[in-house]
């Protein structure tokens, strides 16, 4: 990143950064680490409100309601591992796009994967978060 920096301040006039280059540079390998661990926070509270579904709700004496929140929860947090997992493979195959106008210097577009994969990466918040709202909501009415 310093060295991309230095760079822009240093450079003349007639040299250029493209996207594709500041996209590789920078916003590609962050925003993969990003979904790495938004993956991998998802996946771990699917598992540990599974695991501990019990606590959240009682399902012997729970009523139908409840049953369904729960189970919408992880309905929902399993739609955020695949829209996550979605945001990874289009910003892999922006990426890739990148990589091949800047190689072979033609105008291959990269910016609609880009822009799928951030649409993705939008999706996967929003429903992760409902998925946390309706599994709390769940532990509140029981």
């Known amino acids: 990143m310093k060295d991309l920096l230095k760079?822009?301040?240093?450079?003349?006039?007639?040299?250029?950064?493209?996207?594709?280059?500041?996209?590789?540079?920078?916003?590609?390998?962050?925003?993969?680490?990003?979904?790495?661990?938004?993956?991998?926070?998802?996946?771990?509270?699917?598992?540990?409100?599974?695991?501990?579904?019990?606590k959240v709700i009682n399902y012997s004496s729970a009523s139908n309601y409840q049953r369904v929140l729960?189970?919408?929860?992880?309905?929902l947090l399993v739609i955020a591992l695949f829209t996550c997992g979605a945001s990874i493979y289009t910003l892999y195959l922006a990426a890739d796009e990148a990589i091949t106008t800047l190689v072979s210097g033609g105008k291959r577009e990269f910016k609609t994967f880009?822009?799928?994969?951030?649409?993705?990466?939008?999706?996967?918040?929003?429903?992760f978060c409902i998925s946390l709202s309706v599994l709390v909501i769940s532990a509140i009415a029981r």
């Not at 729960?70 to 309905?75: E, R, T």
């Open 114 to 127: 880009k822009k799928q994969s951030y649409f993705f990466q939008n999706i996967t918040g929003v429903v």
């Open 70 to 75: 729960v189970i919408s929860s992880w309905v």
């Open 7 to 54: 760079e822009l301040n240093d450079k003349p006039e007639d040299k250029k950064f493209s996207s594709e280059r500041l996209f590789l540079e920078f916003k590609y390998p962050e925003i993969k680490d990003l979904l790495k661990h938004f993956l991998t926070l998802i996946s771990a509270t699917l598992v540990f409100s599974i695991t501990f579904s019990e």
